[in-house]
């Protein structure tokens, strides 16, 4: 019998029980289906020319009226039966068997292609359907188990190929089970994989924008999350892309990151401690790279972006300050603040700063290439403002150094219209004549003016009024001797960032 074609279940009404008879069932283009047969002799095929013969079993005069199949041992057996019209075959204690019975060959097993539940993530407060697309099935039924508790069984209801059968509603944090199973048509049972699924408590929704790359080291290997909000969020669902390949993206296990906390994601090749996450791609320090983070729906909540450069083997890609900060070269910090900036990315060998006075209010400039530059055009921006623009006249000579002034009454060559001060926040900016950042110093963040507006110079700071603010190993800020003019001096203590 084809697999999924109608069969005969009774064959009754209209029909002699005491003749030979064939009864056929056929498809719109006269296939045989199936078919009933009742004959004096076993294995007659249906054309045969037997039906004057006796009957083998006259049910015409029997206490049952009818002939009924039933299931049995991979074969479909007519046996003398109750009649039970629209309804599932019964059989009759002394029912006779008809031997005649044509053998329709192996009869399909049960196929069950699909099992899903909805909701996806079942919460406390919803009961969870349950889906399966079976084929051949007889009988198709769902087992549960809740927690550590005793398997349920239910049944499943069919519409349209597919059975569904619900699991009612349990408390937060459960842990339930599930297993569909099938009876084929040839009397044998299949079984689903077993599903699980957590309840969910109360939904808890996350200000994903909150969320910043905050520092990238190509070196050590690793991606750093800073939550800047002042409630934790859960990574969970969100995704790191890497060089704009949405195919490639990686989603980030649950993990918390508390308020004003730190995440690290270990990329491949990182040696370090924080493995909590694992990041399967590698992350360099001197080809180009574009990392994003993207929350559950694929939003882009942030990017950081850049192309091939000098590898700075000292320092990260890091947001200078936390979280709002701009993009620079600093010292590595990794699970910590941000220090003070130490370069501009991808501007290896120009101008730097590379010592300020809080106590003189000077600030020193160094030429590092073999080359004079020209500073007509330069700017120095202060706190945002542009405070000193360079004229056809200004210059610093290859490997030399160019002392400027911080003075609010005086403007022109050498004079940055603005004070400073050592112990409050700052940015200070150096341009090229393109407007192309150079270097930066920047220390502390911006704070509320008390009129709601952020403003730089309201933060306060430690202080070490003896010393300048100056570069010394490969470009970190820390406190040394005054040496304005000349080459910095050794280190003498570490500047506070925060």
């Given at each position: 019998?084809?697999?999924?074609?109608?069969?005969?279940?009774?064959?009754?009404?209209?029909?002699?029980?005491?003749?030979?008879?064939?009864?056929?069932?056929?498809?719109?283009?006269?296939?045989?289906?199936?078919?009933?047969?009742?004959?004096?002799?076993?294995?007659?095929?249906?054309?045969?020319?037997?039906?004057?013969?006796?009957?083998?079993?006259?049910?015409?005069?029997?206490?049952?009226?009818?002939?009924?199949?039933?299931?049995?041992?991979?074969?479909?057996?007519?046996?003398?039966?109750?009649?039970t019209?629209?309804?599932?075959?019964?059989?009759?204690?002394g029912?006779?068997?008809?031997?005649?019975?044509?053998?329709?060959?192996?009869?399909?097993a049960?196929a069950?292609?699909?099992?899903?539940?909805?909701?996806?993530?079942?919460?406390?407060?919803?009961?969870?359907?349950?889906?399966?697309?079976?084929?051949n099935?007889?009988?198709?039924?769902?087992?549960?188990?809740?927690?550590?508790?005793?398997?349920?069984?239910?049944?499943?209801?069919e519409?349209?190929?597919?059975?569904?059968?619900?699991?009612?509603a349990?408390?937060?944090?459960?842990?339930?089970?599930?297993?569909?199973?099938?009876?084929?048509?040839?009397?044998?049972?299949?079984?689903?994989?077993?599903?699980?699924?957590?309840?969910?408590?109360?939904?808890?929704?996350?200000?994903?924008?909150?969320?910043?790359?905050?520092?990238?080291?190509?070196?050590?290997?690793?991606?750093?999350?800073?939550?800047?909000?002042?409630?934790?969020?859960?990574?969970?669902?969100?995704?790191?892309?890497?060089?704009?390949?949405?195919?490639?993206?990686?989603?980030?296990?649950?993990?918390?990151?508390a308020?004003?906390?730190?995440?690290?994601?270990?990329?491949s090749?990182?040696?370090?401690?924080?493995?909590?996450?694992?990041?399967?791609?590698?992350?360099?320090?001197?080809?180009?790279?574009?990392?994003?983070?993207?929350?559950?729906?694929?939003?882009?909540?942030?990017?950081?972006?850049?192309?091939?450069t000098?590898e700075?083997?000292?320092?990260?890609?890091?947001?200078?300050?936390?979280?709002?900060?701009?993009?620079?070269?600093?010292?590595?910090?990794?699970?910590?603040?941000?220090g003070?900036?130490?370069?501009?990315?991808?501007?290896?060998?120009?101008?730097?700063?590379?010592?300020?006075?809080?106590?003189?209010?000077?600030?020193?400039?160094?030429n590092?290439?073999?080359?004079?530059?020209?500073?007509?055009?330069?700017?120095?921006?202060?706190?945002?403002?542009?405070?000193?623009?360079?004229?056809?006249?200004?210059?610093?000579?290859?490997?030399?150094?160019?002392?400027?002034?911080?003075?609010?009454?005086?403007?022109?060559?050498?004079?940055?219209?603005?004070?400073?001060s050592?112990?409050?926040?700052?940015?200070?900016?150096?341009?090229?004549?393109?407007?192309?950042?150079?270097?930066?110093?920047?220390?502390?963040?911006?704070?509320?003016?008390?009129?709601?507006?952020?403003?730089?110079?309201?933060?306060?700071?430690?202080?070490?009024?003896?010393?300048?603010?100056?570069?010394?190993?490969?470009?970190?800020?820390?406190?040394?001797?005054?040496?304005?003019?000349?080459?910095?001096?050794?280190?003498?203590?570490?500047?506070?960032?925060?």
């Open positions: 019998m084809p697999e999924g074609a109608m069969s005969l279940g009774i064959a009754t009404s209209g029909i002699s029980g005491s003749k030979s008879l064939l009864v056929i069932m056929q498809d719109g283009e006269g296939n045989a289906l199936d078919y009933f047969v009742n004959v004096a002799e076993s294995g007659h095929a249906p054309d045969d020319a037997c039906w004057d013969s006796a009957l083998e079993v006259d049910f015409s005069t029997g206490k049952s009226g009818s002939a009924s199949r039933f299931l049995e041992g991979g074969k479909w057996v007519w046996y003398e039966a109750e009649i019209v629209g309804a599932a075959n019964v059989k009759t204690d029912g006779a068997k008809f031997n005649n019975t044509i053998d329709l060959g192996a009869l399909p049960a069950i292609a699909s099992v899903s539940i909805t909701p996806g993530v079942p919460m406390f407060d919803s009961d969870v359907t349950v889906t399966a697309e079976v084929a099935a007889t009988e198709v039924s769902l087992s549960y188990v809740v927690g550590s508790g005793s398997a349920v069984k239910v049944a499943m209801t519409s349209e190929g597919k059975y569904t059968a619900t699991i009612p349990q408390a937060a944090n459960t842990v339930v089970k599930y297993t569909v199973s099938a009876v084929g048509q040839d009397g044998n049972t299949v079984e689903s994989e077993t599903g699980e699924y957590t309840v969910m408590g109360e939904v808890v929704v996350y200000d994903y924008t909150k969320l910043v790359l905050n520092e990238l080291n190509g070196n050590a290997k690793y991606i750093e999350i800073y939550n800047s909000g002042d409630v934790e969020v859960d990574l969970a669902g969100c995704f790191i892309r890497k060089d704009n390949d949405a195919e490639g993206d990686v989603a980030i296990p649950s993990c918390k990151v308020a004003k906390g730190y995440q690290i994601i270990a990329c090749g990182y040696a370090g401690s924080n493995t909590e996450i694992q990041y399967p791609n590698g992350l360099s320090a001197k080809k180009a790279v574009a990392i994003e983070l993207l929350d559950p729906e694929k939003n882009s909540i942030d990017k950081f972006e850049t192309a091939n000098i700075n083997k000292e320092a990260s890609y890091s947001r200078v300050p936390d979280g709002d900060g701009q993009w620079y070269y600093a010292a590595p910090t990794e699970g910590a603040a941000n003070i900036s130490t370069g501009v990315i991808g501007r290896n060998g120009l101008l730097v700063i590379n010592e300020i006075s809080g106590s003189d209010k000077k600030v020193e400039v160094y590092g290439t073999d080359a004079e530059i020209k500073l007509e055009g330069y700017t120095f921006e202060k706190d945002g403002e542009v405070k000193w623009t360079g004229s056809a006249e200004e210059t610093i000579a290859a490997g030399e150094y160019k002392v400027f002034e911080f003075n609010k009454n005086k403007t022109g060559a050498g004079y940055i219209t603005s004070g400073f050592g112990k409050k926040s700052v940015s200070l900016v150096l341009k090229d004549a393109e407007g192309k950042e150079v270097d930066a110093f920047i220390r502390g963040r911006m704070t509320d003016d008390g009129t709601g507006t952020l403003v730089w110079g309201e933060q306060s700071l430690e202080e070490k009024a003896e010393y300048s603010f100056s570069r010394i190993s490969k470009g970190s800020w820390q406190y040394a001797e005054p040496s304005l003019g000349a080459a910095n001096t050794e280190a003498k203590a570490e500047i506070k960032n925060n």
